[in-house]
Structures are given as C-alpha cells and as structure tokens.
C-alpha cells in the first residue's frame, strides 16, 4: 500500500494539489487525505478554492469537527487558498500536524 501512495502513475509526489473538479477530484483529495490522517504519508495536501468553489467542503469538515466526528488537528490536514502564490507558500512551509490515533482512544 506505501508503494501505491509513494507512486502513482508512475510519478513520485511531494505534494498533492486539488484543483476545482468533480466526483473524482473529491474522491481523490480526501483519499490522500485520509492517508495523510492515518500517518501513511505526510505530504502537503493542496486545494486552490477558486472563487470559494471548495468553500462548502471547508465548512462541511469544520462541521464535522463541531459535530465530534473529526479532530480539530486533521482540518490542519488540508491547506485551503484561493491564490495560487499563498497556497505554494503554505506548502513549502507545511508542518504535518500531530496526529492522535483515534482507535488507541476507544
């Protein structure tokens, strides 16, 4: 499974990047996010929110959060920007955030 993450299509990554899309591009943020949640990579994950076109995602995980299904750290998981300079920025500087593993608290 690590091999599969460190390399997809054949291309290694260091960043993953979400441009506005649909089924399939939100399949495939929130899978390497996912990965990212679960320590399997901890890679920088990207979303140019175009004219707020991922705005509904950006709160519907902030609900998750208040609603208890998701830790505060995770949405740390995933930089939002608008401006592709200030999303590159953000990813240079990116320190993955600590991570809890929520079923060691069961």
């Known amino acids: 499974k690590e091999e599969a993450v460190a390399k997809r299509n054949g291309r290694e990554r260091d960043v993953d990047i979400a441009l506005p899309g649909g089924l399939g591009t939100f399949e495939e943020l929130f899978e390497v996010v996912s990965w990212s949640q679960l320590g399997i990579h901890k890679k920088p ?3 140019l929110n175009v004219l707020g076109f991922y705005q509904p995602i950006a709160e519907m995980l902030k ?3 208040g609603a208890g299904f998701m830790q505060q750290t995770n949405l ?3 930089l939002f920007e608008e401006e592709p300079g200030l999303l590159l920025d953000e990813i240079v500087s990116y320190v993955p955030p600590v991570q809890t593993n929520k079923w060691n608290e069961l």
């Open 45 to 47: 994950v990207g979303v």
């Open 76 to 78: 740390g998981l995933i």
């Open 63 to 65: 609900h998750a959060v």
